[in-house]
């Protein structure tokens, strides 16, 4: 199936996520409650929602989005070119909007596809959750209400790996390490964004840390189409 598809129809892309405030003290008292209830399934019995409110980020109800990175290959003078594009910073609802203008011009070709590593289970329906709850127009790529399972248009490496296998799990350091992929995890982790943003205010360097993942997601879709990787030098910051 990968052999019908054309690298350059796809939109790369891999989201940066937080908790919606830098603390727990600081959320209103409603959210609190039911901050606390949600987070009953899977805190340890001598932990307070307080103690596991760095988890937030992880749901769309209770965390936001600082960043979107997105990457696309093309070609040029007969050498692969991958540009990458960051959506970054403390508005949110201003970020989505950016974002979304962009993927609506990328995906007017019905041939078009988003391609992201677990992006099924936590990117594309995080980003069409933050839109809805920021007042951003769904983009119709993203709009899946309804959709045949042929008409959406998401692609994702990590179900690719699958094989089928529901049950099963692999990281995105994982498969660029044993695909002999450079890591993208070479200087911070998923578990270091909120720190990042919240106490260094560093959103550039989570960009960049994004954008990595973007890059590897990219090359591993190489691999598994049995392709070349793309240069170091053939990557173009926009």
Known sequence: MLDAVRVEDIMFLDIETVPQEASFENVTPEL?????????????????AA??????????????IVCISVGVISA????????????????????????????????RDMH??????????FDFPYIARRMLINGVKLPPILDVAGKKPWEVKFMDTMD?????DYKHYTSLNLLTTIFNIPSPKDDI????????????RDVERI????????LATAQLFLRFKGE???????VEHA
Do not use: P, T
């Not at 003078?77 to 909007?97: M, P, Q, T, W, Y």
């Not at 982790?189 to 260094?200: C, I, K, L, N």
């Open 160 to 164: 690719m790996w699958k094989f089928g």
């Open 207 to 214: 960009a960049r840390y994004c954008e990595k993942d973007v």
């Open 51 to 64: 103690d596991v409110y760095g988890r937030a980020g992880i749901y769309a109800e209770f965390g936001k």
């Open 112 to 121: 078009k596809n988003i391609c992201g590593h677990n992006a099924k289970e």
């Open 32 to 48: 609190q409650v039911l901050w606390d209830k949600k987070s009953a399934y899977f805190r340890a019995e001598d932990e307070s």
């Open 76 to 107: 040029r003078g007969g050498k692969r070119i991958f540009r990458v594009k960051s959506f970054a910073g403390d508005n949110e609802k201003v970020l989505l909007e950016d974002f979304g203008r962009m993927l609506n011009g990328f995906a």
């Open 228 to 234: 070349e990787l793309i240069a170091e030098d053939a």
């Open 189 to 200: 982790d998923g578990s270091q964004v909120a720190q990042v943003f919240y106490e260094e």
